[in-house]
């Protein structure tokens, strides 16, 4: 079949069968192609068009694509047994639950096996709640959790709330980085406090260090649970095995997903420390899934976290991550009618522009050259960086070189009008 031909077809499909505010939003930031081949931090499009993935599928392709041991890995069990019988012991959700508690932080120790972040998020809340006894649940303002019932009603954006009024109640928002908001709207019936070290969705936005050692502190005096949203943030992409590490404090439960597949299979997870787990112990049927921790996805996620480690992309992140950084400043100040703040840490990175109408202009820009960016959910004026980890040092200066010329030509038009 012609490529183009392949192309029109797909669009077509788009619209017709999946959403055709979809095809109209991706043809508007230029991408009228279709993917085709990925490996590493590149992209293939179906006419041979290379990209850099600076997006990384929202935090998916830590690994980079189709990395060569987790592939293996699927492989190799998908000719044994890709799905669990859910009845006899399953060895690689045993090994897999075992190495997420020798990486996560301080005691926490069991796992429950979900398939997406979102998942993780409704985990976590029902194990607060069973082990509390309480019953509210306070979030963040700008948060992101995902948009199942449960974890939307965390979630801290109204314009993906409000639609599906009334959400689950019991719980409530309040100032991210605000110590004194959140101690005061704690009472009698919190069960816990949900929190991403840093938010992804909301732009990026990094609290004041003192911030989560205070919140831990909070909890631990009011006898309240601290739930770590690490679903974008975990495994290696602050430059931290988990964001939470920069501030040295253990949550009571923590939420992977994303990368933990390795950019191949969908797997996610919820850990707490084991005295959280008691009430799962007793009654270890109150909270299961039909697919969570099939052995395919499990292969995967033991493969990714083995090379994350063996490859050291953890220290990648964070060296290389300080070379965005420090090349984005300086395009921040070189284009400071365009720019106005580079943030992040390791390689998740934003950037905020002064209007929120440039980014989609720098968007189509960065594509046109070869670059796949895009903003966050919650804030449309921040551009994401968040590549593969496996990410080289020449790809994050054909990167910047090409926000170099992306910015250059919005400051034309900013200076024009």
Known sequence: METKLIIDETIEKYEKY??????????????????????????????????????????????GHRHPKVVDAVKIQ???MPMSSKVLFDKPMADLAEILAEITPG???????????????????????LHSGKHN????????????????SATGRDLFREPFQPLLQGFQHVEFGNIESLSNAINSDTAAIIVEPIQGEGGIIVPPDDYLPQVRSLCDEKDVLLICDEVQTGLGRTGKMFAIDHYNVVPDIITTAKALGGGVMPIGAFTARPKVWNKLIESPFLHTSTFGGNPLACAAAIAAINVIKSESLVANAEVLGLRFMNGLNQLKDRFSAVVSNVRGKGLMIGIELKKEGIGGFLMSELIA????????????????????????????????????????NANQIVEDL
């Open 78 to 80: 998908l000719d044994m």
């Open 369 to 408: 050259q070869g670059v796949l960016v895009a903003y966050t959910l919650n804030n449309p004026k921040v551009i994401r960086i968040e590549p593969p980890l496996v990410i080289s040092p020449e790809q994050v200066d054909y990167v910047l070189n090409a926000f170099d010329k992306a910015l250059s």
């Open 18 to 63: 999946i959403n055709p505010a979809v095809a109209k939003l991706f043809r508007f930031m230029g991408l009228s192609t279709v993917e085709w081949a990925a490996q590493g931090a590149l992209i293939t499009d179906i006419e041979g068009k290379d990209y850099i993935d600076c997006l990384g599928g929202y935090g998916i392709f830590s690994l």
């Open 107 to 129: 005691d926490l120790q069991y796992s429950f096996f979900v398939n997406s972040g979102t998942e993780a998020v409704e985990g976590a809340i029902k194990l607060a709640r």
């Open 137 to 152: 649940i306070i979030s963040m303002n700008n948060s992101f959790h995902g948009k199942t019932l449960g974890a939307l």
